[in-house]
């Protein structure tokens, strides 16, 4: 199956795995949730998620804070 190029972009489809449901006589996709593992790392606890890029302590806080700005 193929979605067209112009409902992936309106819809924020990236590439990568599907979730594809049936409900109430409609089908929904959606981006598959990232599976999480929690590490220990010393006395702290990192999330890690596979495929991921590797950020930072500064990186994670500009996300931090230009998430932060979004909602405003």
Do not use: H, T
């Given at each position: 199956?193929v979605?067209?190029?112009?409902?992936?972009?309106?819809a924020?489809?990236?590439?990568?795995?599907?979730?594809?449901?049936?409900?109430?006589?409609?089908?929904?996709i959606?981006?598959?949730?990232?599976?999480?593992?929690?590490?220990?790392?010393?006395?702290?606890?990192?999330?890690?998620i596979?495929?991921?890029?590797?950020?930072?302590?500064?990186?994670?806080?500009?996300?931090?804070?230009?998430?932060?700005?979004?909602?405003?």
């Amino acid at each position: 199956m193929v979605i067209p190029k112009a409902i992936r972009q309106a819809a924020g489809i990236k590439p990568g795995p599907l979730s594809i449901e049936y409900r109430d006589g409609k089908i929904e996709i959606a981006p598959k949730a990232a599976k999480v593992r929690l590490i220990r790392k010393g006395s702290v606890l990192v999330a890690s998620i596979r495929g991921a890029p590797k950020m930072s302590v500064k990186e994670v806080n500009e996300w931090i804070r230009k998430s932060r700005d979004r909602e405003i």
